[in-house]
């Protein structure tokens, strides 16, 4: 079995291969970790401190903040308004704006146009995403076109009502994104003049009115960066050209998404333990109903899986910090299971290589984990196809009268259930006219009991009363004469409406099935069988596709280990899954039963799947920049990081160990 890559800090290589995780340094106690953090963050800090500003050129600490995680396929996105803003003064805007959003961490050119949409443009101009050129940013979790993330942020910006104003550098100089990947595949740097003619023209030229009635501009606006581990300096330092110069952030905080997460996760434990303090556990409902409990062991351990787009990351975390020698990085994440399904179903049935959106939708709405991989292979080749409980059809859209594919059954299982359907009428038919025999048996019970009661009295009274009783009792009997007849009648009426009810039924699902085999012949059809569950287990055995690597049972393990020996059983009993592969139906339930298989037999395996496993890091963030010494502690001004480049201090020097470590209070 492989080994998992091994993240390690490097300004300009990628993780190393698989031959450079064999020489693993010696895992670091808590304690000496805890000091090494301290006196690293203690050294940068007298490195910022040694650089002095000016008083009348200082940026203030209480500024509204943008929270952005970015992503390769979503940049999650929101307005944090400052913390002494109230009610009554902030804008309306910037209170909506408190929320996450989402919009795509692209650009897009639709065929034969010069017009250039970029992020939520892309869903509200265009319908048929197929047809579009798309440029991403970001290349295996890292921003390789520094050109095209701009534009994203730019349009970030002015959704949330942010009036982008870049230094004068930037201007001057023009081209202030080429340290990072040059200007995207197409080549050629991206000035903010050149910028403003593509996106940020309608901004650009209403500045005057738009500062007016904006809540802010970028100089008196906080940056929040969200980013994955080991991020290489090269990059790192074309990032904050990008926010610094080109979108003028008067401040800029950049921390781990997995620490953000890790955040909550154990922020939500304080505030159970101080509510509760008898009964340390909080109970949450995932998405797929079934109730988890959190047991707060007060460890402040988290190891946090995210498994997102590009990659999945685990990173052990203590007190909010990760630990860096212990995380791994798996180069598979939904872009990998995207493509694997493309080629599956360009295979065996229609041509989809040119459909990515159409695809990964498919996988989104019909993926999930099995527990019992080997089970169900097994039954798909005993068991004909279309016969199968896991088969569906995944109906495509013909953008004109549906816009997103749709999910049936395949014609034999509807056949199957339409007679199930049918024969569960039957037994309720069966049913209800056994409920009225035993009606009719009582009612005939009563009218005997009457009878005889009548028929003492009568003996007891005059011959006149005995005549009337016997002229009562007549007209009783026929009474109940024509009583009866009735309910034959009525008997007879209601099994002719049940024998109608039921052909009424009958001719309702041939008229169904006639229109969904006209539907089927208008509209193409994707058969998903194995494939349902097969391609999310590349995620648990990548050797499936060739690839030399473990899952990701094994990366935790081997994560976990990596960690000092009085944390281990903490973090196996404080694993916490997000990102968007975590939402598929059943991926929590078999990492938890992978990991118990590996899992030493005296640890407790807990494993804690939130209700909203892509906005949980966002949430996190949110949480930890409304701490009231936050932008004291974790951003970098403008001006302090344009004094420290004059003065020639690298990535490190400047940022320290404000991205990962010491993010809660010893």
């Given at each position: 079995m492989g080994t998992t890559k091994t993240a390690t800090d490097s300004s300009n290589k990628l993780p190393p291969s698989k031959k450079a995780v064999k020489s693993k340094p010696k895992p670091k106690s808590a304690s000496s970790a805890l000091s090494s953090t301290s006196t690293t963050s203690a050294s940068a800090s007298a490195a910022a401190a040694t650089v002095v500003v000016p008083p009348h050129l200082r940026i203030g600490t209480n500024l509204p903040v943008c929270i952005i995680d970015n992503g390769g396929w979503e940049v999650k996105y929101g307005?944090?308004?400052?913390?002494?803003?109230?009610?009554?003064?902030?804008?309306?805007?910037s209170s909506t704006h408190n929320v996450m959003s989402t919009m795509y961490n692209a650009t897009a050119r639709p065929p034969h146009q010069l017009t250039l949409l970029t992020g939520d443009e892309i869903t509200t101009r265009m319908k048929n995403l197929g047809r579009l050129s798309w440029n991403h940013p970001m290349e295996r979790g890292m921003i390789c076109d520094g050109g095209t993330q701009l534009q994203v942020w730019t349009r970030v910006l002015q959704v949330l009502g942010v009036v982008v104003v870049p230094t004068v550098g930037s201007v001057a100089g023009g081209g202030m994104v080429a340290g990072v990947g040059g200007g995207g595949r197409r080549g050629g740097g991206l000035s903010v003049a050149k910028l403003n003619g593509v996106v940020g023209g309608a901004a650009?030229?209403?500045?005057?009115?738009?500062?007016?009635?904006?809540?802010?501009?970028?100089s008196g606006c906080a940056f929040l960066l969200l980013e994955p581990?080991?991020?290489?300096?090269?990059?790192?330092?074309?990032?904050?050209?990008?926010?610094?110069?080109?979108?003028?952030?008067?401040?800029?905080?950049?921390?781990?998404?997995?620490?953000?997460?890790?955040f909550k996760y154990l922020s939500h434990g304080r505030i159970n333990t101080k509510v509760n303090s008898t009964k340390q556990e909080e109970t949450a409902v995932p998405s797929n109903g079934k109730r988890v409990t959190w047991v707060n062991d007060g460890t402040e351990c988290c190891c946090v899986v995210d498994s997102g787009y590009s990659f999945t990351h685990i990173v052990p975390t203590h007190r909010g910090g990760a630990l860096e020698h212990a995380i791994r990085r798996l180069d598979i994440g939904g872009k990998?299971?995207?493509?694997?399904?493309?080629?599956?179903?360009?295979?065996?049935?229609?041509?989809?290589?040119?459909?990515?959106?159409?695809?990964?939708?498919?996988?989104?709405?019909?993926?999930?984990?099995?527990?019992?991989?080997?089970?169900?292979?097994?039954?798909?080749?005993?068991?004909?196809?279309?016969?199968?409980?896991?088969?569906?059809?995944?109906?495509?859209?013909?953008?004109?009268?549906?816009?997103?594919?749709?999910?049936?059954?395949?014609?034999?299982?509807?056949?199957?259930?339409?007679?199930?359907?049918?024969?569960?009428?039957?037994?309720?038919?069966?049913?209800?006219?056994?409920?009225?025999?035993?009606?009719?048996?009582?009612?005939?019970?009563?009218?005997?009991?009457?009878?005889?009661?009548?028929?003492?009295?009568?003996?007891?009274?005059?011959k006149k009363k005995s005549k009337d009783d016997k002229r009562k009792k007549s007209v009783r009997t026929k009474d109940n004469a024509d009583n009866e007849m009735e309910e034959s009648d009525d008997n007879i009426s209601d099994e002719e409406s049940d024998q109608q009810r039921l052909q009424r039924l009958?001719?309702?699902?041939?008229?169904?099935?006639?229109?969904?085999?006209?539907?089927?012949?208008?509209?193409?059809?994707?058969?998903?069988?194995?494939?349902?569950?097969?391609?999310?287990?590349?995620?648990?055995?990548?050797?499936?596709?060739?690839?030399?690597?473990?899952?990701?049972?094994?990366?935790?393990?081997?994560?976990?280990?990596?960690?000092?020996?009085?944390?281990?059983?903490?973090?196996?009993?404080?694993?916490?899954?997000?990102?968007g592969n975590a939402r598929m139906p059943g991926y929590k339930e078999?990492?938890?039963?992978?990991?118990?298989?590996?899992?030493?037999?005296?640890?407790?395996?807990?494993?804690?799947?939130?209700?909203?496993s892509i906005s949980y890091a966002w949430e996190g963030s949110k949480e930890f920049a409304k701490q009231p010494d936050f932008q004291k502690r974790f951003t970098i001004d403008r001006i302090s990081w344009e004094a420290m480049k004059k003065a020639g201090k690298d990535q490190t020097e400047i940022w320290g160990e404000r991205v990962s470590n010491n993010l809660r209070e010893q």
């Amino acid at each position: 079995m492989g080994t998992t890559k091994t993240a390690t800090d490097s300004s300009n290589k990628l993780p190393p291969s698989k031959k450079a995780v064999k020489s693993k340094p010696k895992p670091k106690s808590a304690s000496s970790a805890l000091s090494s953090t301290s006196t690293t963050s203690a050294s940068a800090s007298a490195a910022a401190a040694t650089v002095v500003v000016p008083p009348h050129l200082r940026i203030g600490t209480n500024l509204p903040v943008c929270i952005i995680d970015n992503g390769g396929w979503e940049v999650k996105y929101g307005l944090l308004p400052p913390s002494n803003t109230t009610p009554d003064t902030h804008t309306t805007s910037s209170s909506t704006h408190n929320v996450m959003s989402t919009m795509y961490n692209a650009t897009a050119r639709p065929p034969h146009q010069l017009t250039l949409l970029t992020g939520d443009e892309i869903t509200t101009r265009m319908k048929n995403l197929g047809r579009l050129s798309w440029n991403h940013p970001m290349e295996r979790g890292m921003i390789c076109d520094g050109g095209t993330q701009l534009q994203v942020w730019t349009r970030v910006l002015q959704v949330l009502g942010v009036v982008v104003v870049p230094t004068v550098g930037s201007v001057a100089g023009g081209g202030m994104v080429a340290g990072v990947g040059g200007g995207g595949r197409r080549g050629g740097g991206l000035s903010v003049a050149k910028l403003n003619g593509v996106v940020g023209g309608a901004a650009a030229a209403a500045v005057g009115s738009a500062v007016q009635s904006a809540p802010t501009s970028s100089s008196g606006c906080a940056f929040l960066l969200l980013e994955p581990p080991f991020v290489p300096a090269v990059i790192s330092d074309g990032v904050d050209r990008i926010l610094f110069r080109e979108l003028g952030m008067g401040r800029v905080a950049r921390l781990m998404g997995p620490c953000m997460a890790a955040f909550k996760y154990l922020s939500h434990g304080r505030i159970n333990t101080k509510v509760n303090s008898t009964k340390q556990e909080e109970t949450a409902v995932p998405s797929n109903g079934k109730r988890v409990t959190w047991v707060n062991d007060g460890t402040e351990c988290c190891c946090v899986v995210d498994s997102g787009y590009s990659f999945t990351h685990i990173v052990p975390t203590h007190r909010g910090g990760a630990l860096e020698h212990a995380i791994r990085r798996l180069d598979i994440g939904g872009k990998v299971l995207t493509n694997l399904l493309k080629e599956a179903v360009t295979y065996r049935q229609w041509n989809m290589m040119d459909e990515y959106h159409i695809v990964n939708d498919a996988k989104e709405q019909l993926c999930f984990v099995s527990d019992q991989f080997d089970k169900e292979m097994k039954q798909a080749r005993i068991v004909r196809r279309g016969m199968r409980w896991f088969d569906r059809e995944y109906l495509l859209p013909d953008f004109m009268n549906t816009f997103r594919g749709t999910v049936q059954l395949p014609a034999p299982l509807q056949r199957k259930r339409d007679l199930e359907e049918e024969k569960e009428v039957e037994r309720q038919q069966q049913k209800e006219k056994e409920h009225k025999q035993n009606d009719e048996k009582a009612m005939d019970v009563e009218d005997t009991v009457d009878a005889t009661s009548t028929a003492k009295l009568s003996k007891k009274g005059t011959k006149k009363k005995s005549k009337d009783d016997k002229r009562k009792k007549s007209v009783r009997t026929k009474d109940n004469a024509d009583n009866e007849m009735e309910e034959s009648d009525d008997n007879i009426s209601d099994e002719e409406s049940d024998q109608q009810r039921l052909q009424r039924l009958r001719q309702m699902r041939e008229q169904e099935q006639k229109r969904r085999e006209q539907e089927s012949l208008e509209r193409q059809a994707l058969a998903m069988s194995v494939e349902r569950f097969a391609i999310p287990e590349v995620l648990f055995r990548p050797s499936d596709i060739g690839l030399d690597c473990d899952g990701i049972a094994e990366g935790i393990v081997e994560s976990i280990s990596a960690c000092d020996a009085t944390l281990r059983a903490a973090m196996y009993n404080n694993v916490l899954l997000v990102g968007g592969n975590a939402r598929m139906p059943g991926y929590k339930e078999r990492v938890e039963v992978e990991l118990r298989k590996l899992a030493p037999v005296n640890y407790s395996v807990c494993v804690y799947l939130p209700e909203d496993s892509i906005s949980y890091a966002w949430e996190g963030s949110k949480e930890f920049a409304k701490q009231p010494d936050f932008q004291k502690r974790f951003t970098i001004d403008r001006i302090s990081w344009e004094a420290m480049k004059k003065a020639g201090k690298d990535q490190t020097e400047i940022w320290g160990e404000r991205v990962s470590n010491n993010l809660r209070e010893q």
